[in-house]
């Protein structure tokens, strides 16, 4: 089989033995990698008790707030996930009381899933905790910089959406930067 794609090839790989990347995709991956590492350290967020919610609940329930009521199909679409995965989240979700079941509002066959007030005061609380957990790591950052970083992460996220064929619907951002240095 012919490998077309550069990456795999040894000249693109970084030395980390070395202490260097040669490449700023390379830094771009790694700082993800720490990113990851680090997304419930800044607002730890424990699980299975009842006060925060599970990082699925938390997408799917911000996927479904902005969008409005979804059915299994829908969100299996918009998240690329398989229907049994979602089946297993949504049925957590409506055991929690933080989604309902509802008819199609538009008149179609499949049901759909509605936040209600319980999984809107959850997904509120919790955002506020995030945000919270965000302000305290970006509280020496100028709002420029602020500005400019979101910027950049909603750049590369619809990228990745683009490339997937999913987009995520988004509010307008709050405040915007210099357009000029970013594209």
């Known amino acids: 089989m012919h490998n077309t794609c550069t990456m795999h090839q040894k000249s693109a790989q970084p030395d980390f033995r070395k202490g260097r990347m040669t490449t700023p995709v390379e830094s771009i991956e ?10 419930n350290l800044y607002n730890p967020r424990p699980h299975r008790d009842g006060e925060h919610l599970e990082r699925s609940a938390y997408t799917l329930l911000s996927r479904i707030l902005i969008a409005g009521p979804m059915s299994i199909g829908q969100l299996a679409d918009a998240l690329g996930l398989d229907s049994s995965t979602l089946n297993r989240q949504t049925a957590a979700m409506l055991s929690a009381g933080l989604v309902e ?17 319980e999984g809107r005061v959850r997904l509120e609380v919790d955002r506020e905790r995030n945000v919270h957990g965000v302000e305290r790591v970006a509280a020496e950052w100028s709002d420029d910089d602020r500005a400019a970083f979101a910027a950049y992460l909603r750049r590369f996220n619809r990228d ?12 307008e ?10 594209s």
């Open 173 to 182: 951002p709050a405040v915007t930067p210099d357009r000029s240095s970013i």
């Open 160 to 171: 990745i959406e683009r490339l997937e064929g999913r987009p995520w619907p988004r509010p």
């Open 101 to 117: 079941r509802i008819a199609d509002p538009d008149g179609g066959i499949a049901r759909k899933f509605r936040i209600t007030d």
């Open 30 to 39: 790694f700082e993800m990698m720490l990113l990851g590492r680090h997304l």
